[in-house]
């Protein structure tokens, strides 16, 4: 085990800041005692059909569902499965049926409104719904008979979607993977029949994504680690079955957005068209940066082959992000709304695939599952439409909020005993006399006043830091 650095915050200083944070956004990790009594009933009792829900779940457990997560993960989701049919592949995917658990307008449920989304924070989560729900009874854990809702979708040899089926089933999850799991098991052929198709349908979906031209970024994250020495930061390093596994969502988000447009209700996930303008400005400041964009070659395609290796490459995957604004929700019933599309996924698109994670979905999923089986919403459901996207607006926001706060307090503190050290950093984009630096070891993304071209690679000293005030201040050296 790696001795713990002598000089270093203890991990006190780290999740004292955190809990500040949490108190500054007003953050709770506890539920009110109300939610917490219902939870624990609820989960006693066990799930059943929620008002205007339909039948019974059939029994479906002898699907070999499995989990694949973040190491260490409780609240499961999602299960997934696949089989080969004749011609092509029929996937398996079970959601998490919260609707089982939580009647709209008890206390959970106002709860989950309240809150909008799980909060991660490094130390703790803020759950949506109590734990004795979100990591217990109402989560996929291997092993235990769970109510879900499972899609059945077929695919044809080339992936494209012949025929979709969505209902309410009991299932087992077999096993629950972390990806470094599930890729480790895929790459060295251990992976059973069903895991092992999570490959080429992933590889297929994301074939067909490019050629709808969807748009894909490879930028690098900031992600908060603990290590034996306490809290770090490092730039996240995505497996390539964490692509494969979030096809799986995307596919049923699609399809449920393909129940709801010809039904006239549900809520979808949006985002506008990119700008033409935009697209222009992008192709200026690849031309600035070096970065071939040849000439006819959709903007979606040249974002695809980027990987942000290079200073350059950065840089111009950090100005691409810019082109993706208005992001939101849209509610309707009766009417379809003027934007039904999702830009970057070039599709219609909602969120069905995290009712543990995200208050939307449990509404999302009952709508879907009412006009699949050609029944009318339950009113509970469709009631909360009109509401659900500033809700959902509100608790993503709250949420960047967090993690902005929270990464820039640990650039803080990690960097606190480092005032005069000199960083070889690369410029990730210029506003006037305003940097925004990239330093790769550690992991810090910070502005500084000063001139640079974009893109250029420079070196910055550290001059001062206010961990409390989670702010570092750099200065630019000749």
């Not at 919260?98 to 709209?104: L, R, S, Y």
């Not at 960083?423 to 910070?446: H, T």
Request: overall charge negative; glycine content about 8%.
């Amino acid at each position: 085990m790696q001795a713990r650095c002598p000089r270093c915050p203890t991990d006190a200083v780290f999740e004292r800041g955190f809990a500040r944070i949490r108190r500054e956004l007003d953050v709770s990790v506890d539920f009110p005692e109300p939610a917490v009594r219902e939870a624990a009933a609820a989960a006693d009792r066990g799930p059943g059909v929620p008002t205007g829900g339909g039948l019974e779940p059939r029994d479906a457990r002898e699907l070999p569902l499995l989990t694949i997560d973040p190491a260490g993960s409780m609240d499961l989701d999602q299960a997934f499965a696949a089989e080969r049919r004749a011609a092509g592949i029929r996937v398996h995917y079970a959601i998490a049926d919260v609707a089982g658990f939580i009647a709209d307008g008890d206390a959970v449920s106002a709860a989950a409104r309240d809150r909008g989304v799980t909060l991660y924070f490094p130390d703790v989560r803020a759950s949506l719904h109590p734990e004795v729900l979100s990591e217990g009874a109402a989560s996929l854990l291997p092993g235990e008979d769970r109510q879900a809702i499972l899609w059945q979708i077929d695919l044809d040899p080339d992936g494209w979607t012949e025929r979709v089926e969505v209902e309410r089933a009991l299932v087992r999850s077999r096993e629950a993977l972390s990806y470094v799991e599930a890729q480790g098991r895929i790459e060295s052929g251990t992976a059973d029949e069903s895991l092992a198709l999570l490959q080429p349908i992933g590889q297929l979906r994301q074939e067909l994504e490019r050629r709808r031209g969807a748009v894909s970024l490879n930028l690098p994250t900031q992600e908060v680690v603990h290590r034996d020495s306490g809290y770090d930061l490092v730039y996240d390093k995505t497996l390539p079955v964490e692509g494969w596994n979030a096809q799986i969502s995307l596919l049923c988000g699609m399809a449920a957005a393909e129940f709801m447009l010809p039904g006239g209700v549900g809520v979808l996930r949006t985002l506008p068209a990119t700008d033409e303008r935009e697209i222009q400005r992008l192709r200026r400041v690849a031309r600035a940066l070096g970065i071939d964009w040849p000439e006819g070659t959709p903007y979606a395609e040249t974002l695809r082959s980027i990987g942000g290796a290079t200073p350059q490459e950065a840089a111009f995957l950090q100005q691409a992000v810019t082109v993706f604004r208005g992001a939101g929700y849209v509610g309707f019933d009766g009417e379809a709304p003027a934007l039904d599309f999702h830009g970057a996924i070039a599709a219609p698109y909602a969120h069905v695939t995290a009712p543990l994670r995200r208050v939307g979905d449990r509404y999302a999923n009952e709508v879907v599952l009412a006009l699949a089986a050609d029944r009318e919403p339950p009113a509970w459901a469709r009631d909360a439409l009109g509401e659900l996207p500033s809700v959902l607006g509100d608790a993503q926001r709250r949420s960047r909020t967090a993690e902005r706060a929270t990464i820039d307090f640990v650039e803080a503190v990690v960097l606190a005993d480092r005032v005069g050290k000199v960083f070889a950093a690369e410029v990730i984009d210029v506003d006037g006399d305003d940097l925004r630096v990239q330093i790769r070891d550690p992991a810090v993304i910070a502005s500084l006043h000063g001139k640079a071209a974009l893109g250029s690679q420079v070196e910055v000293r550290l001059t001062g830091v206010e961990p409390e005030a989670r702010k570092v201040e750099l200065e630019l050296l000749p």
